[in-house]
């Protein structure tokens, strides 16, 4: 299999780039993290992403989508990650919404994915709850009540929480915590009676949220699938979401490097540029090296999803184990290099450092991955 980008990739990916580079450059994260921008993105930016099909990539044309592929949604993510873009196509399109399309019926899927494509309505998904990533570690219970289910919990790191139209919640209707079996998705209107929702910012900028869930009442026709096998939609989500983001890391830690190579070839010290420095070349090799062997395992990790490959699961752990490794390197090594304005707001390059510590933590850290890896493989 050659793990390259067929013309049609490359021209997306094109337009992809100029339009980032025009509308939202890594200044505009600067702009809504000073501003305090209550959103956390421009709404009317996202506006003009769906309009350009951003939004409806992944989803069939009966839904207002592209019927299009992760492989073509991963060089978006790129591009965004190069300019740290804040929106939310991760959160709305690919995780809650990536639900709705898996598990969804008809009448979900009619109203909530042609919503989505048009740029609309906003999703968010609620299935974290401690401190690291654990897909089964939940306790929030979905309890059967008045011809409906009362939901009862609390959620953490909820991307986009606080301006999400709906939530898709997973609750507990069998079984302990940590069980596989037993897990139920609803779909929670963010207005719901019961339902708190306090925003956090995290470090690179991006938002989450913390949601409580106290006896928030929901009709059957809330469940998203089928009761007690939610792991099913979840499972093959989360896949297509760590291959998405590892696109994004991609394109982030290779920005990262652009733009100490450029650093290098331009900072003086002793009277001669520093990339001229053997130590630093080194350096700069062996990211270099690591960057290329991301890039391949990420162009896999899209395909077997794509394709519906056996090992997809354990392709896209290994994607984002990679990932995780490689922009904790880069983004290390591009602040040292810069010297003691990389460590200064007002250089850019912490910002990625920062993006940076955040991604290596969502869905999974390399510990993580490297377990799962493991076990899927069968050792």
């Not at 069939?60 to 591009?79: C, N």
């Not at 207005?191 to 956090?200: E, F, V, W």
């Amino acid at each position: 299999m050659a793990l390259v980008l067929t013309d049609e990739q490359e021209l997306l990916k094109q337009t992809a780039k100029e339009f980032i580079q025009e509308k939202s450059p890594v200044s505009e994260l600067r702009r809504l993290r000073d501003s305090g921008d209550a959103t956390g993105f421009d709404a009317a930016l996202w506006k003009e992403m769906a309009e350009l099909g951003w939004a409806s990539v992944i989803y069939p044309e009966e839904f207002g989508g592209m019927d299009l592929g992760y492989q073509e949604l991963g060089q978006i993510f790129e591009e965004c990650g190069r300019s740290l873009v804040a929106n939310p196509l991760f959160s709305t399109v690919v995780l809650a919404g990536g639900c709705i399309l898996a598990g969804g019926n008809e009448t979900q899927k009619k109203e909530i994915l042609t919503a989505v494509t048009g740029g609309e309505r906003l999703l968010a998904l609620a299935h974290q709850e401690g401190a690291h990533h654990a897909p089964y570690a939940v306790t929030t219970t979905g309890e059967e009540a008045g011809g409906g289910y009362r939901l009862t919990g609390k959620k953490t790191f909820v991307l986009d929480g606080h301006v999400a139209d709906q939530l898709v919640v997973v609750a507990r209707t069998s079984g302990s915590s940590g069980d596989r079996d037993g897990l139920t998705l609803f779909l929670v209107d963010s207005g719901a009676k019961g339902l708190s929702i306090q925003r956090t910012v995290m470090m690179d900028g991006r938002n989450s949220a913390t949601v409580e869930l106290g006896g928030v009442e929901v009709e059957r026709s809330a469940v998203v699938g089928a009761v007690g096998s939610g792991a099913d939609i979840l499972d093959p989500v989360l896949d297509r979401a760590l291959a998405v983001q590892s696109a994004e890391m991609l394109g982030t830690l290779s920005e990262a490097f652009d733009r100490t190579l450029a650093f290098l070839k331009t900072r003086e010290q002793f009277g001669v540029v520093i990339g001229s420095f053997q130590a630093l070349k080194h350096r700069a090799a062996d990211m270099f090296v690591e960057i290329e062997l991301s890039r391949s395992v990420v162009l896999d990790a899209l395909t077997a999803v794509d394709e519906g490959r056996a090992d997809a699961s354990a392709q896209v752990s290994c994607a984002k184990a990679r990932c995780n490794d490689t922009i904790f390197q880069v983004g290390n090594e591009a602040v040292q290099m810069f010297g003691g304005i990389g460590v200064t707001d007002e250089e850019e390059i912490g910002l990625f450092m920062k993006r940076a510590r955040v991604l290596q933590f969502q869905l999974g850290n390399s510990a993580f991955h490297r377990d799962r890896f493991a076990a899927l493989e069968g050792y």
